[in-house]
């Protein structure tokens, strides 16, 4: 009989932390707790196998689960002295949901279950203490209520809510017992007319319900969407915890909390969290009640009161598991603990998420205290990360102007770092709506929910007016790297009635609001963010790298992955300027210059025009003998910029309607300069029109048809690389024709261009190294690969076009089915986000192969935008590609990558 349940407690777990798969994160975690010693109410976890038995089954458990679960129980009771049941003191248990990857908030959790009418007065009595069992049996019918019988949870909060307001208080804590026996009947009622049944009182029924509800949880809308922007893929399935209770609400020496074992916004080394006295654990994520801080060096204002200072011996207990913790895990924890009448529990412990800043300064603090390896810490900076690393900031002149002309109304916790102005939204919905014209939105709200997920997605920002550094809010934002201040508490969203009240100062939906994710303030109206610390030092060199430690841990990590991956970095730049930056990010030469945005620049554009409207070859000629020197300045500059390393230089690619006029005057213009009339301009501007452009006349069948245009190109490269090496500049041209689909394209268009280098370069040529070679863009070229390979030398994926043209996606209107195809999960993700490794993957590996199978040197690069992908880029390395190029600020992203790739090698190339 397969085994489902794995029993914890009395220093022995039947589980442990490599169990994740089959016990959660959650369940594995508590059986490795109990396992070291640490205190942990003793439960025992139903595995995922349990979960998906379940699912497969039409909603019914697996017969050997009841057996299991009846015997672990029989266990528990006799471990705890207590019965499940018991009228006179009962033993009662928590349900919670818990899968292999943590999904905050995500998923539901019962509290207090086993509590019946009986055993409410018996746990009254045990208790000595009969408004806590009252309190707790509300608590377990309003979870039950909502969780189990699927009644709005808003129903039983408004009786809350009414309760308060008859009593006249504001906290839950101030309403006695005859309020709280009171609301026992009508939840219980409520329950009765919604689900048609009365509240179940055997406790097994309870305890089965539960644990059905918390299976289907992981099907629910919430859990589905958070996986979807996560990646976890639906078939793992969650496993149920059922633990025995311990409260913190049993008085004034209890208190429940959640912590990280270091501060998870900073990395600095200190046991970082909130806690509340007198609370069960759901007080302090809800952000009912403000939670107080656990450190004292975390205090913000002098009447908070820390558990520190507070419950000193607790404290202490709490940094040597802390350290135990860490010690154990060799990483960063986030705990969740109870102190029931002054004795520590610990309730949970899982690697806590963490800022881009963090990771990196916890990787290097664990690393110097000889807890990881040096190599461990590249491992443990996500290079998406590094996006929040590069993330904007405020300009200190501007910041402390608008301190002091007061726009500074409010302070919360810095939950996410960066700086994020935009319009106020007071709804997920407004948000995504307003995001969706193209604003800018930052939502605004007394607190986040699982259900403001895809407002906070589209949002720059997160402001909340309660809760603490643990609070949904912030907690999600963190882990999407999105600015974020919570806690604000001397603002006043009234999101119902559409505005905040901030000092004197109302705000509505539209009006500008700014803050700051790393020091906590709210500024009113717009302030401009500015480039990050590491931006300031590399790009702009405003600011010198010996006063910024987080610069030097930065290129230190950037130093390790250069040493440790196997792939080049590029960039795709079309301008000296662009090459510039992406030099300062590290990039090792140019992957992508794309040609026609030269093309766009105001001085040529009408050049260009004129070239393309051209009647015949000679007035085309004459319009290209002007667009020559320009480009050739062009290249002159670029090659500049990169010194000596290689530039790919693309030839032409789009169809050339896209450079058309499109307003009268502009016909009229060029007309005059043209000597033509604007009505036959017109007309030749119709005949381009073309049906299916991205299908149509573009590429290197523009090559073909105009060969004057490459021509030119093709001059205009080597002139400048004769220019540049005259003035002792050394350059490493590499010409790249786009879409080619046929070896003969290629041959003809690639026997050009080195006709024009044998005539630009004449006695020079054997001193100028330069490479012809192609995009492979069209999936023929991946299938024809071994003949293309003898003829060209080097080839990039375009994975854009790949991806359009192998899915039959038009990349230009994509958005219109996109988001439900990801929606209902017919794809994974976006393909032209994230390479689709199983069909597009497939086209390149089988390229790859038969490419090098005919040139075994055969230079591969990959210049889609996929080249910026962390994910996609772990694929590129695992396919053998020389190199990936990707746009300037995605290079650190990538070379961390691509080091990624090195460490988690997954045995090589070339397999399909
Ligand atoms: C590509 O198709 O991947 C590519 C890099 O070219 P473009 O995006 O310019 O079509
Ligand atoms: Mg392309």
Not at 57 to 75: D, I, K, T, Y
Not at 109 to 137: C, H, K, M, P, V
Not at 639 to 644: L, P
Request: charged share 25%; net charge positive.
């Amino acid at each position: 009989m397969a085994k489902l349940v794995y029993a914890f407690g009395k220093g022995k777990g039947e589980g442990n932390a490599r169990m994740k798969d089959l016990l959660g994160g959650k369940g594995a975690n508590l059986a490795e707790m109990t396992n070291l010693g640490i205190p942990v109410p003793p439960g025992f976890t139903i595995s995922t196998r349990a979960c998906n038995a379940y699912s497969e089954r039409g909603q019914r458990f697996p017969e050997e689960l009841a057996s299991q679960v009846e015997r672990a129980l029989g266990r528990l009771e006799t471990l705890q002295g207590k019965r499940f049941g018991d009228e006179a003191d009962p033993l009662l248990v928590s349900v919670r949901s818990g899968a292999k990857f943590s999904m905050p908030g995500m998923m539901d959790t019962i509290l207090n279950l086993g509590l019946n009418d009986r055993s409410t007065d018996g746990l009254a009595r045990a208790s000595g203490d009969r408004r806590f069992a009252f309190d707790a049996y509300r608590r377990f019918l309003s979870m039950y209520g909502s969780v189990v019988l699927g009644i709005d949870k808003a129903e039983f909060e408004s009786q809350l809510d009414a309760a308060k307001e008859r009593r006249g208080v504001a906290a839950d804590t101030d309403l006695d017992v005859s309020d709280l026996e009171r609301l026992v009947g009508q939840f219980q009622s409520t329950i009765r007319a919604r689900s048609g049944k009365s509240f179940p009182q055997k406790p097994h029924e309870q305890l089965w319900g539960a644990i059905a509800a918390v299976f289907r949880s992981w099907g629910n809308d919430r859990a589905r969407r958070y996986r979807r922007e996560y990646g976890i893929p639906d078939h793992l399935g969650t496993a149920a915890n059922v633990q025995s209770m311990v409260y913190g609400n049993l008085g004034d020496d209890c208190a429940t909390g959640v912590a990280f074992t270091r501060n998870p916004a900073t990395g600095e080394n200190v046991l970082y969290g909130e806690y509340l006295v007198n609370a069960q654990g759901e007080d302090v994520v809800a952000g009912t009640r403000t939670p107080q801080p656990i450190s004292r060096s975390q205090k913000t204002d002098a009447t908070q009161v820390t558990l520190e200072e507070r419950m000193p011996k607790a404290y202490a207990e709490l940094q040597t598991i802390r350290r135990t913790l860490e010690k154990h895990y060799k990483d960063m924890q986030d705990i969740e603990f109870t102190i029931e009448r002054g004795r520590l529990y610990l309730l949970q412990t899982r690697t806590g998420k963490r800022t881009g800043l963090a990771a990196l300064h916890i990787a290097f603090d664990l690393h110097a205290a000889r807890v990881i390896p040096q190599r461990e810490v590249l491992r443990r900076v996500d290079p998406d990360m590094l996006v929040q690393l590069l993330a904007p900031v405020f300009d200190p002149a501007e910041l402390s102007r608008a301190r002091s002309d007061g726009r500074v109304v409010a302070r919360g916790l810095p939950a996410g770092p960066g700086a994020a102005s935009g319009t106020i939204a007071f709804s997920a919905e407004r948000a995504e709506a307003l995001a969706h014209d193209g604003r800018r939105v930052l939502l605004v709200r007394t607190e986040t929910s699982p259900e403001d997920i895809g407002g906070m997605v589209a949002a720059v920002g997160i402001l909340t007016s309660r809760g603490g550094m643990t609070s949904h809010a912030a907690v999600v934002a963190r882990g999407m790297g999105k600015p974020c201040v919570v806690g604000a508490e001397s603002i006043r969203v009234a999101e119902h009635d559409g505005h905040l009240v901030a000092g004197s100062t109302t705000l509505r939906e539209g009006d500008a609001l700014s803050i700051d994710g790393t020091t906590g303030e709210v500024i009113l109206g717009p302030l401009d963010p500015h480039p990050s610390e590491i931006q300031q030092i590399l790009v702009e060199k405003t600011k010198r790298p010996a006063r910024s430690k987080l610069y030097r841990r930065f290129s230190k990590l950037m130093r390790l992955a250069d040493q440790v991956r196997r792939m080049r970095v590029r960039t795709n730049a079309d301008t000296p300027e662009d090459a510039r930056v992406a030099r300062a990010f590290g990039a090792e030469g140019i992957g992508l210059c794309r040609t026609e945005h030269m093309f766009f620049a105001e001085d040529r554009i009408s050049v260009v025009r004129e070239m393309i409207l051209a009647d015949d070859d000679a007035q085309r000629a004459r319009a290209l003998e002007r667009l020559l020197p320009m480009q050739r300045a062009d290249f002159i500059g670029i090659f500049k910029a990169m010194n000596g390393l290689p530039v790919t230089i693309r030839l032409l690619d789009p169809p050339l309607h896209e450079f058309l006029p499109t307003r009268p005057e502009q016909f009229r213009r060029i007309a005059a300069e043209m000597g033509v009339t604007a009505a036959a301009l017109e007309a030749k501007a119709r005949q381009l029109h073309e049906t299916n452009p991205m299908l149509g006349h573009r590429g290197c069948r523009l090559g073909v048809t105009f060969p004057a245009i490459y021509e030119m190109q093709a001059r205009a490269i080597f002139e400048a690389a004769v220019h540049c090496r005259r003035e002792r500049v050394r350059v490493l041209p590499e010409v790249m024709i786009p879409l080619v689909g046929t070896v003969e394209e290629f041959r003809v268009l690639a026997a050009r261009v080195r006709s024009v280098a044998d005539e630009v370069l004449g006695t020079a040529r054997g001193r100028l190294r330069y490479l012809v070679g192609t995009m492979i863009e069209v999936p023929r070229a991946c299938l024809v690969a071994d003949s293309i390979a003898a003829e060209a030398e080097f080839f990039s994926f375009g994975t854009n076009d790949l991806t359009q043209m192998t899915y039959g996606f038009s990349r230009d209107d994509v958005g219109k089915f996109l988001p439900q195809y990801v929606a209902m999960r017919l794809l994974p993700s976006d393909p032209f986000q994230t390479l689709d490794t199983v069909g597009v993957g497939r086209l390149v590996r089988l390229c790859i192969a038969e490419g090098r199978g005919r040139k075994s040197d055969l230079k591969v690069g990959v210049c889609g935008e996929h080249g910026g992908d962390a994910r996609s880029v772990l694929f590129f390395h695992d396919a053998g590609a020389d190199y990936v190029s990707c746009s300037p600020y995605r290079v650190p992203i990538a070379r961390l990558a691509a080091a990624h790739g090195v460490l988690t090698d997954r045995g090589g190339s070339g397999t399909a």
